[in-house]
């Protein structure tokens, strides 16, 4: 489905190159759940936006289903961090969630399917709200509800909740495990949380630290249900957390711990 | 409700104890150029009737209208133009500064030149004056549209005219209203002035023919009906901005209080 093959990128500064990615090689399938963490500073983003068509690799390629990205492609929904920059303020959510449909659907079902997607993310009766009279957390659900009524087959999330408090966190975390059983969409997650990766993902790519490349690829072998007490609680979950950390440490010093046993 | 008429109170006190200063200190004036108030008012109302108004207001406003609309215009196309290219911006800047330099009032006798004495000339002076606050505000908020915002555009396929109206001018809306207002000020200037030059009716030729014919407080008179011609604009102009910018003071007040 989504294919990243040997992408490098190097921004050309004034007088040094910086190089946010050396080396990047993974494929996600569809309808899978991906987390993608590393150290700050390893160039997620610049990843996540090479992914999504937003900025060309120096080297190496993405494919979705086979073809070259060379521009935003057109089944590709993203959700930034900054929930605040993304939602435009001179809009009503409901505007919001609209206006990507407005190329591509018909008026009566512009209006059910912005329905359904904030119903979805339980956002229905703020339609008439603006953005920035709801809290932190209201405002990323009405991006994810954006995405959701944009009907992608790949869903790219920046660090989604990285600036919203814990306990909303921990709901919008349910809320995308339960939109990704819906939708049956496949989905990148890049977060520096390491708890939220083990908790959200099917899979786990953990990133070097610059210049990039992947240190290891994970998979999650807990149950597909998942709740914040359970789950968090389970010795396996444990297990994994505590060695996607040791990697990532691992990773800050330039070494590697030997991959994990899976059951 | 008391708060309402509190505020109607701050709003008129100095209005009114200027008003008052005024014709308490010319009551007893002999001066000729400077008659007492109530002279003036009276004279107010002698020749600010309706025909006169019809006559000599109307055309005025009317040429400011049509000033400031094709300035707004102008500038705003051509500041996102100059504010979206960059090549564009290097081609046109230094043209630019040197119009910029130039004040409006002495290009009303090279506008006379080519475009008569009719209106076409006053509002061709009028959009000379009008279209640099508002181009250079509109360049400042083409240029500062947010990046996540524009990404967020680019990756729902939001492009071409969609991406000029909900992204761009939306989000240079209060950099334009800035200028718009900075502009309003100055084509109020520039109506009366291109007037003053080469006219046969408008305010600023009335205001001149009473001068020169020593109609002093019918003068005077004039000068009040351009003050209050200026409190409706601006009136008008608030009415406007709290419409187009209700999401952005709403915005602002949002994140004021954390």
């Known amino acids: 489905m989504l294919d990243v093959r040997g992408v490098q990128k ?37 990843l996540l936006k090479c992914m999504a068509g937003l900025l060309t690799p120096t080297a190496g390629e993405v494919r979705l289903q ?95 909740f990285a600036a919203v408090d814990a306990q909303t966190r921990a709901d919008l975390e349910d809320l995308i495990r339960q939109l990704w059983h819906q939708l049956k969409v496949t989905i990148l997650f890049v977060t520096h949380d390491i708890d939220e990766a083990v908790y959200l993902g099917q899979r786990v790519i953990v990133l070097s630290s610059s210049p990039t490349v992947v240190q290891e690829q994970l998979t999650v072998d807990l149950p597909d249900e998942r709740d914040q007490l359970h789950t968090r609680s389970d010795p396996r979950f444990t297990q994994l957390r505590s060695h996607v950390y040791e990697q990532i440490q691992a990773a800050k010093q330039g070494s590697q711990v030997p991959p994990l046993l899976t059951a | 409700m ?47 009737t309706v025909d006169r108004l019809r006559a000599d207001v109307w055309p005025s406003v009317w040429r400011l209208a049509a000033g400031y609309a094709l300035a707004t215009v102008a500038g705003v196309a051509l ?52 279209v640099w606050p508002i181009l250079l505000n509109t360049v400042a908020g083409v240029r500062a549209v947010d990046e996540v915002l524009a990404d967020t555009c680019r990756s729902y396929g939001i492009v071409g005219p969609a991406r000029l109206h909900h992204l761009i001018l939306r989000s240079a809306s209060p950099q334009i209203v800035t200028g718009m207002r900075q502009a309003l000020s100055i084509g109020i200037i520039l109506m009366v002035i291109s007037e003053m030059f080469a006219a046969s009716n408008g305010l600023g030729f009335t205001i001149v023919q009473f001068q020169r014919s020593f109609a002093i407080p019918d003068m005077w008179s004039g000068i009040l009906v351009l003050g209050l011609l200026g409190i409706a604009l601006s009136l008008l102009f608030r009415l406007f901005e709290y419409r187009v910018l209700a999401w952005y003071h709403g915005l602002r007040d949002a994140s004021r209080q954390p």
Not at chain 1, 27 to 38: D, F, Q, R
Not at chain 1, 123 to 134: H, I, S
Not at chain 2, 107 to 125: E, S
């Open chain 1, 10 to 46: 190097v921004y050309a500064g004034r007088r040094r190159q910086v190089e946010a990615i050396r080396d990047l090689t993974f494929t996600i399938a569809a309808g899978e759940l991906v987390c993608l963490v590393g150290p700050s500073g390893c160039g997620k983003t610049t």
């Open chain 2, 79 to 130: 500041g996102v133009l100059i504010g979206r290219a960059r090549r564009v911006a290097a081609v046109l800047e230094p043209v630019l500064e040197f119009f910029r330099a130039i004040p409006p009032p002495v290009l009303v006798p090279v506008i006379m030149l080519f475009a008569g004495f009719g209106n076409l000339m006053k509002v061709l002076v009028i959009v000379s004056g009008c």
């Open chain 2, 2 to 48: 008391l708060a309402v008429l509190r505020r109607m109170l701050l709003l008129v006190a100095l209005p009114a104890v200027l008003f008052g200063v005024w014709w308490v200190s010319t009551a007893n004036s002999t001066n000729f150029y400077i008659p007492p108030l109530s002279d003036i008012l009276r004279a107010f109302g002698r020749v600010w």
């Open chain 1, 66 to 160: 086979g073809k070259k990205v060379t521009g935003p492609p057109p089944g590709t929904a993203v959700v930034f961090q900054e929930y605040g920059r993304s939602l435009f303020p001179w809009m009503s959510v409901r505007d919001n969630v609209e206006l990507p449909l407005r190329q591509k659907v018909a008026k009566a079902r512009r209006a059910a399917l912005v329905d359904q997607a904030l119903e979805s993310v339980g956002l229905a009766g703020t339609q008439n709200a603006y953005p920035w009279q709801l809290s932190g957390g209201m405002q990323q659900r009405v991006a994810i509800a954006r995405a959701v009524a944009y009907q992608p087959q790949v869903l790219l999330m920046d660090e989604p």
